[in-house]
């Protein structure tokens, strides 16, 4: 089973709109971190976001935050105030305490901010 | 800058041949994580290092891939006999431990295509 599913391959979003990115998981560890990443055309992997799986606040930084509901196993991210600047792939990842140090990733979302 | 450097940013070979990617990591970083990634895929795990050991390697598809770090610093990953599959983009990441939360910090990536 995938460990991180993205479904939506490609989103659109009006400058100035906000936008959810889903997001789902899968994991039997009680301990694992979710974060999410933008990657550019320039292929850089830029770090946004970070959710703790005990952490029962949503995590929020600048104009994103991270829609966690645990029992779902869901967390989706929310740009709001779109920037032409946003538009680039948006990864979803996961790393299990219990089980190395690597990150799941999923296939990612393509997000397109039209002026 | 003071970043994860990878070099060479492009590199095209013929089938078969051997290629080595290299990757400077930010500096006092212990922990150095390699990932491949496929045209419209995440990012895959591959190996990652703490210190000069392979902590784990378990994401390196077959023994025609090696990886080393010899001085805890520097790495390269090594791929013998080339396949036109082989080609993807290699991404190099750091975190200043192995510690589940540390974040990592990636690499702009090397462009591998096998012709």
């Known amino acids: 089973a995938q460990k991180i599913t993205q479904t939506q391959p490609g989103m659109f979003v009006q400058e100035k709109e906000a936008v959810t990115l889903d997001c789902t998981y899968d994991?039997?560890?009680?301990?694992?971190?979710l974060f999410w990443y933008k990657q550019p055309s320039s292929g850089e992997m830029i770090f946004l976001i970070y959710q703790g799986s005990y952490d029962e606040q949503n995590a929020t930084e600048g104009r994103y935050s991270l829609n966690f509901q645990k029992a779902r196993k869901s967390a989706n991210l929310v740009i709001s105030a779109s920037q032409l600047g946003d538009s680039a792939m948006y990864f979803c990842a996961m790393r299990e305490l219990n089980t190395g140090n690597q990150f799941y990733f999923g296939t990612g979302t393509s997000l397109t901010v039209i002026p | 800058g003071a970043g994860v450097s990878q070099t060479p940013s492009n590199k095209v070979t013929e089938k078969g041949k051997y290629v080595e990617l290299r990757c400077d990591p930010i500096?006092?970083?212990?922990?150095l994580y390699w990932y491949r990634q496929s045209l419209g895929q995440g990012p895959e795990f591959l190996i990652y290092?703490?210190?000069?050991?392979?902590?784990?390697d378990s994401g390196l598809p077959n023994d025609r891939f090696f990886a080393v770090r010899p001085e805890g610093s520097v790495s390269t990953l090594k791929i013998q006999r080339t396949e036109r599959g082989d080609s993807a983009v290699y991404l190099c990441?750091?975190?200043?431990?192995?510690?589940?939360?540390?974040?990592?910090?990636f690499g702009p990536g090397t462009r591998l295509t096998v012709l």
């Open positions: 994991t039997s560890d009680q301990s694992y971190g």
């Open positions: 500096s006092g970083h212990t922990a």
């Open positions: 990441a750091s975190s200043l431990t192995a510690s589940f939360y540390n974040e990592q910090f």
């Open positions: 290092f703490q210190g000069t050991g392979a902590a784990d």
